[in-house]
């Protein structure tokens, strides 16, 4: 119904997610032997401890807990889904459960946003707001922060759609994954379904 929060990310963290590199099934087959060593060095928090980039002291910031986690790759949430038998949506699966089941070009409708829908640039928050604050941006399916908040990870390789043009933010992966629904710091455009 809502983005993971940062206190369900805790339960990963405290229930071994980080020490169990089967849960990181995608980064073994991409970087092999490497695998261990970059989740020992690279999936850490600011002060050095496994857990999300923006995380301290392996803590999330105090009042946060029902704030959508962020500051993680794309393999640390396909490993979290795992822990939680769960699995990330591909991209095409996103948009069905944003724009159902009417096709609208944002998950509340058709209108454009403004400051009570989602947690964008507009408001000038400046970080991430509890999951379900914009109440009014709920989708059809009854989804929240599908636009705002947080840029949520896909399973689909990025690549540009027919007769598109590749757009890419972060150059040099071949396997560089989809993520949909703009940020707290995005856009208007970056809450579009589509």
Avoid at 37 to 65: H, M, N
Avoid at 101 to 114: A, L, M, Y
Wanted: charged fraction near 25%; proline fraction near 4%.
């Amino acid at each position: 119904k809502s983005p993971l929060t940062n206190g369900e990310y805790m339960r990963f963290v405290e229930g071994g997610g980080y020490q169990s590199l089967d849960l990181f099934d995608e980064l073994r087959s991409e970087c092999g032997t490497d695998a261990e060593s970059l989740l020992r060095t690279k999936f850490v928090d600011q002060s050095g401890q496994a857990g999300p980039a923006s995380w301290e002291q392996g803590q999330y910031t105090a009042g946060k807990d029902d704030h959508p986690v962020h500051g993680i790759s794309f393999y640390e949430a396909m490993a979290a889904a795992r822990y939680f038998d769960a699995r990330l949506p591909s991209e095409i699966e996103w948009e069905f459960a944003a724009r159902a089941p009417d096709g609208r070009h944002f998950p509340w409708g058709n209108e454009i946003p403004d400051r009570n829908i989602a947690n964008f640039k507009l408001n000038k928050i400046g970080s991430t707001s509890s999951c379900g604050m914009f109440s009014s941006g709920t989708s059809a399916l009854g989804l929240t922060d599908l636009s705002g908040n947080v840029h949520e990870w896909t399973s689909t390789i990025y690549a540009a759609y027919a007769g598109g043009e590749m757009r890419i933010r972060f150059m040099g992966r071949d396997n560089a994954r989809v993520a949909r629904g703009g940020a707290y710091n995005g856009d208007l455009w970056d809450l579009r379904c589509t």
